[in-house]
């Protein structure tokens, strides 16, 4: 029955305005727009109007600053046109009765002003965007989001939900003046279940913490990012974060068996389910799983985590082309089956980049031109079998020209350095100059011919790398140049 009251509530929301209407295009003056974590500008979120009802419709990606600055829309066809935005009058701004409010809910020490600390809350991690909030609140329980929610509504202010502020898009900043709600102090780990593996915690957990605390079980996480030590897992669910495993445990919408969540005029609900199995009714905890913060602020997570194996294995290969990296993926697959949990591919390009930004690390192989390097990692419960099963495939993918060459971990700590080649990519990127970086799922065949295109396009005004997660079909497209130039890089789209 709850499901169904929460079902007819959500619903409600949309009797004015349809949840998912048709796309528009709104002129710059009338509507408050927002990056999603995706780089989707969209109306304000979280932001309904007095009755509660949503006005939010998505229409189209684009890329820009915001705040009055000039942005660029991009169409499906990647044609642009720039537009200005400017805040909209309607929504409200802060007075000294709102901070007095908040004060009284959340506590002083948890309503900051501190400038130096909203300086940080407004940038993002990739120094890119920048919002002008005056106002950070830290709400310490589902209660404390549902009253500060309940009252923004009704005062028609502006909010913005953020986490670890980890995105590489800027869709956890402000773009204007938005009260921004870090779920930060919301960091409990509410219950773990040893039988079935079901861990039940706040928004606010960072990952890695996570990670550490299953570990301490015996269990494992599902989800592994790069930027697990500072990302939260509210946040996690809420852009259906996919990780370098996902070949082997699948999605979030797979592994995530309930959440709460708080709606835009404080209601809660309460979809905390931790049934593996559950056929009665809707199901609405996928609607809030990737909407990005749209629907409503997710405040807790039930989620299926699996035992932790104690074979684990580790390669880091070569490859002369990239149809070799296809082939290899598809013998990986037939032959490591049931012990494959990553697969992952860079070009030449990326550990280049890698190699002269980052300190300390070293490529594995002996020096060589290699076009493409994959990492193939294997998960199981018989150590000797497992790594012989493993050998045996890069012998036989060897002995077949698919793998121009190629090294076995010894140790966690090799394995570590070969994850720091991968996983440092981004960092790399950040030191290299000003990055346009875009994270796209593609039919696996012809997922790099994206990034040959775009070198031709581009040329020698920028570089042009590829890496990503080739086990699911995810490419991450970067184009790094010494500066900013939106204008240079989207007319060549």
Same mark, same amino acid.
């Given at each position: 029955?709850e499901?169904?009251?929460?079902?007819?509530?959500l619903l409600?929301?949309?009797?004015s305005?349809?949840?998912?209407?048709?796309?528009s295009?709104?002129?710059?003056? *009338?509507?408050?727009?927002?990056?999603?974590?995706?780089?989707?500008?969209?109306?304000?979120?979280?932001?309904?109007?007095?009755?509660?009802?949503?006005?939010g419709?998505? @229409?189209?990606?684009?890329?820009?600053?915001?705040?009055?600055?000039?942005?660029r829309?991009?169409?499906?066809?990647f044609?642009?046109?720039?537009?200005?935005?400017?805040?909209n009058?309607?929504?409200?701004?802060?007075?000294?009765?709102?901070?007095?409010?908040?004060?009284?809910?959340?506590?002083?020490?948890?309503?900051i002003?501190?400038?130096?600390?909203?300086?940080?809350?407004?940038?993002? @991690?990739m120094?890119?965007?920048?919002?002008?909030?005056?106002?950070?609140?830290?709400?310490r329980?589902?209660? %404390?989001v549902?009253?500060?929610?309940?009252?923004?509504? /009704?005062r028609?202010?502006?909010?913005?939900?953020?986490?670890?502020?980890?995105?590489?898009?800027g869709? /956890?900043?402000?773009?204007?003046?938005?009260?921004?709600?870090?779920?930060?102090?919301?960091? +409990?780990?509410?219950s773990?279940? *040893?039988?079935?593996?079901i861990?039940?915690? *706040?928004?606010?957990?960072?990952?890695? +913490?996570?990670?550490?605390?299953?570990?301490?079980?015996g269990? !494992?996480?599902?989800?592994?990012?790069?930027?697990?030590?500072?990302?939260?897992?509210?946040?996690?669910?809420?852009?259906?974060?996919?990780?370098?495993?996902?070949?082997r445990?699948?999605?979030?919408?797979?592994?995530v068996?309930?959440? *709460?969540?708080v709606?835009?005029?404080?209601?809660?609900?309460?979809?905390?389910?931790?049934l593996?199995?559950?056929?009665?009714?809707y199901?609405?905890?996928?609607?809030f799983?990737?909407? %990005?913060?749209s629907?409503? !602020?997710?405040?807790k997570?039930s989620?299926?985590?699996?035992?932790?194996?104690?074979?684990?294995?580790?390669?880091?290969?070569?490859?002369?082309?990239?149809?070799?990296?296809?082939?290899?993926?598809? %013998?990986?697959?037939?032959?490591?089956?049931?012990?494959?949990?990553?697969?992952?591919?860079?070009?030449?390009?990326?550990?280049?980049?890698?190699?002269?930004?980052?300190e300390?690390?070293? $490529?594995?192989?002996?020096?060589?031109?290699? +076009?493409?390097?994959?990492?193939?990692e294997?998960?199981g419960?018989?150590?000797?079998?497992?790594?012989?099963?493993?050998e045996a495939?890069l012998?036989?993918?060897? %002995?077949?020209?698919?793998?121009?060459d190629?090294?076995?971990?010894?140790?966690i700590?090799?394995a570590?350095?070969?994850?720091? !080649?991968?996983?440092?990519?981004?960092?790399?990127?950040?030191?290299?100059?000003?990055?346009?970086?875009?994270?796209?799922?593609?039919?696996?065949?012809?997922?790099? $011919?994206?990034v040959?295109?775009?070198?031709?396009?581009?040329?020698?005004?920028?570089?042009?790398?590829g890496?990503?997660?080739?086990?699911?079909?995810?490419?991450?497209?970067? !184009?790094?140049?010494?500066?900013?130039?939106?204008?240079?890089?989207?007319?060549?789209?």
């Amino acid at each position: 029955m709850e499901r169904l009251r929460a079902a007819r509530r959500l619903l409600h929301y949309s009797s004015s305005k349809s949840l998912f209407g048709p796309r528009s295009n709104p002129t710059s003056a *009338e509507h408050p727009l927002r990056r999603s974590a995706s780089g989707v500008w969209y109306w304000c979120p979280y932001i309904a109007d007095q009755k509660g009802r949503f006005g939010g419709t998505f @229409w189209g990606p684009t890329v820009g600053t915001g705040l009055g600055k000039t942005i660029r829309i991009q169409n499906r066809r990647f044609g642009s046109l720039a537009a200005t935005i400017q805040r909209n009058p309607s929504f409200s701004t802060l007075n000294s009765d709102d901070i007095s409010y908040f004060k009284g809910v959340l506590g002083e020490k948890n309503v900051i002003q501190d400038e130096d600390w909203l300086l940080s809350a407004n940038t993002d @991690w990739m120094r890119k965007y920048n919002g002008s909030s005056k106002l950070l609140l830290q709400p310490r329980s589902t209660e %404390e989001v549902s009253r500060v929610l309940k009252y923004c509504n /009704s005062r028609s202010l502006a909010v913005v939900p953020q986490g670890g502020n980890t995105g590489l898009v800027g869709g /956890s900043v402000p773009v204007f003046d938005e009260v921004i709600i870090n779920m930060g102090s919301m960091n +409990n780990i509410v219950s773990f279940d *040893e039988v079935s593996g079901i861990l039940v915690c *706040e928004a606010g957990c960072i990952l890695e +913490n996570l990670i550490s605390f299953l570990d301490n079980q015996g269990f !494992i996480m599902p989800l592994d990012l790069g930027a697990k030590g500072s990302c939260q897992i509210g946040g996690n669910v809420s852009t259906n974060a996919g990780g370098l495993r996902l070949v082997r445990y699948g999605s979030l919408h797979g592994n995530v068996l309930g959440i *709460e969540v708080v709606l835009a005029n404080g209601d809660v609900l309460d979809m905390l389910g931790t049934l593996r199995k559950d056929n009665t009714g809707y199901d609405l905890k996928h609607l809030f799983i990737g909407s %990005e913060g749209s629907l409503g !602020i997710i405040t807790k997570v039930s989620i299926l985590t699996p035992p932790k194996l104690s074979s684990v294995n580790l390669a880091f290969l070569a490859c002369k082309d990239y149809s070799s990296c296809l082939k290899l993926l598809l %013998e990986a697959k037939r032959r490591l089956g049931e012990v494959l949990s990553a697969f992952e591919f860079l070009d030449n390009q990326s550990l280049d980049l890698v190699l002269n930004h980052l300190e300390g690390v070293r $490529n594995p192989l002996p020096p060589s031109m290699h +076009n493409f390097y994959v990492l193939i990692e294997t998960t199981g419960s018989d150590e000797s079998y497992d790594k012989e099963k493993l050998e045996a495939f890069l012998l036989r993918s060897m %002995e077949g020209g698919l793998i121009s060459d190629g090294v076995l971990a010894q140790d966690i700590n090799q394995a570590s350095s070969f994850w720091r !080649i991968r996983e440092g990519v981004p960092e790399a990127l950040m030191k290299a100059g000003a990055i346009y970086k875009y994270d796209l799922s593609l039919p696996v065949e012809k997922m790099y $011919n994206l990034v040959e295109e775009m070198r031709i396009r581009l040329g020698d005004s920028s570089k042009v790398i590829g890496y990503g997660h080739l086990g699911d079909g995810n490419l991450h497209l970067n !184009i790094s140049t010494p500066q900013y130039d939106d204008m240079s890089v989207n007319c060549r789209f």
